[in-house]
């Protein structure tokens, strides 16, 4: 029997799902499918069979949606973020076909005089009233965690330019007024503002998470001084040379490497030296 779980529309507008790869919001979709038929659990040790992947791989896309803030992870195991929350047993279709059926025969009246039920508050309209009030400014302390860094740079902002974009991001918070200076979750915020850097400079993300397949990959590109190292191994082992692919990021074209070769860990400095 299938069963169903709630996936919220919001999810459009999450700067942290927006963030991930194609690759790994797919995983994260699958897991979500997996808590539900584990009572909003994640069996780790099964997730390689029932995700497809190696145990290497579905290690690497658990780090990168925990790194996230998509996946909760303590000694018990794993779990998809506010599991629980979001997914609250008390709503069953049962009871809500009750509860309609009775507001239905509530609004009419004996006599007749159709009466118009006034539909209770939300909890969505009181978790955002309650929001509003705790809205605050940028602290003047504020510094990305070591995991936003770490999203950032997987999602394709250079490391290199990295400080340099949480500069602006803090001019930018500390210089607005009004409305626009405050905010419920400057965390969601950076990842927005991550995001934009992103896509304005065509940044393309770094670590590629397969769904099916032995190890990730990493994009290099034909001007990348680990280029030909990665191109003489690809040649010995498959019998030709590899075929760069030009995109938006990588005008002069790229290739995904296996990213458990040593020569794609070999850091730009060392390669041209």
Known sequence: MSRWFRFYDGALDDPK?????????KVWVNLLCVASRNEGRLPVADLPFMLRMSAEAVNVALSGLSAAGLLDRDEDGAAPHNWDARQFKSDTSNERVKQHR?????????DGVTLHETPPETETDTEAERGCA?????????????????TAIASGIPADRL?????????????????KALSMDWGANWSTWVIREREMHSYRPSIYVPVVGTVPSVAIGVKDPRWKSCADRWEREYGKPPKPVPSSAFPEGSKLFPSDWEETRISSAVAAA
């Open 17 to 25: 799902v927006q963030a991930l790869p194609a690759d790994l919001f």
């Open 163 to 179: 400080d340099g974009v949480v500069s602006k991001f803090k001019n930018n918070a500390f210089s607005a007024t009004g409305r």
């Open 102 to 110: 009775e507001r239905k025969r509530n609004t009419t009246s004996n």
């Open 134 to 150: 705790r809205a605050t400014r940028l602290p003047e302390n504020w510094e990305p965690t070591d995991a936003q860094r770490a």
